[in-house]
Nanobody, 127 residues
Framework: QVEVVESGGGSVQTGGSLTLSCVVSGVTLSGTCTAWFRQAPGKEREGVAARYARKDRTAYADSVQGRFTISLDNAKNTLYLNMTNLKPEDSAMYYC????????????????????WGQGTQVTVSS
């Protein structure tokens, strides 16, 4: 049974930083693709950062490039999203996704490419 659990969300002011964590059991993250998505109220779920372990490649949405970093701790089987210089438009529920349905990567879209999801962790950035 696969379990995906995110944590680390919270409320910060503009310019602040947060690091999200995603602990996964049942899937070895070092051998597959992983990603962070976010969804704000009334908007579609969008990919913000993705990682393809086998080629050590990453991809970022233009809106977060240079501010967010996706990383993996193989020993802990934990995915991270380090977010800096946060903006109000970064406010959303953030979801961790693991194991792609198709080969290759990293995939920022569509969300259906990923087989396993967590319940999300809320990030709120105030101005």
């Amino acid at each position: 049974q696969v379990e995906v659990v995110e944590s680390g969300g919270g409320s910060v002011q503009t310019g602040g930083s947060l690091t999200l964590s995603c602990v996964v059991s049942g899937v070895t993250l070092s051998g597959t693709c992983t990603a962070w998505f976010r969804q704000a109220p009334g908007k579609e779920r969008e990919g913000v950062a993705a990682r393809y372990a086998r080629k050590d490649r990453t991809a970022y949405a233009d809106s977060v490039q240079g501010r967010f970093t996706i990383s993996l701790d193989n020993a802990k089987n934990t995915l991270y999203l380090n977010m800096t210089n946060l903006k109000p438009e970064d406010s959303a529920m953030y979801y961790c996704a693991a194991q792609c349905s198709r080969a290759g990567g990293p995939w920022l879209s569509p969300p259906r490419e990923y087989n396993y999801w967590g319940q999300g962790t809320q990030v709120t950035v105030s101005s």
